[in-house]
């Protein structure tokens, strides 16, 4: 995993990019929704509650942030957000 932090027009975006196994492209836009769990057998045996991007977001927000995530299956992808 690598974190890249940079200033743009007076707002932080920080980017993190891993090489895991990805989620599947119809799953991204249920990712930050609360207790969102794919049923991809691929990680039917990883523990989670799915809370954690939804709450990422949250708190992003209050700072008046933005927080978005793109993935491809098994390859490496950043997931920027964006922070004032």
């Not at 809370?51 to 992808?77: F, P, Y």
Request: proline share 4%; hydrophobic share 35%.
């Amino acid at each position: 995993m690598t974190v890249e932090v940079d200033v743009v027009d007076e707002q932080v975006l920080a980017r993190k990019t891993d090489t895991g196994i990805g989620i599947e492209t119809e799953q991204l836009p249920r990712v930050f929704d609360r207790f969102f769990r794919t049923d991809d057998e691929r990680v039917r045996d990883i523990t989670g509650t799915g809370l954690g991007l939804g709450l990422t977001r949250d708190v992003v927000r209050l700072h008046q942030g933005d927080l978005a995530v793109e993935s491809e299956l098994t390859r490496e992808a950043p997931s920027p957000s964006l922070c004032r």
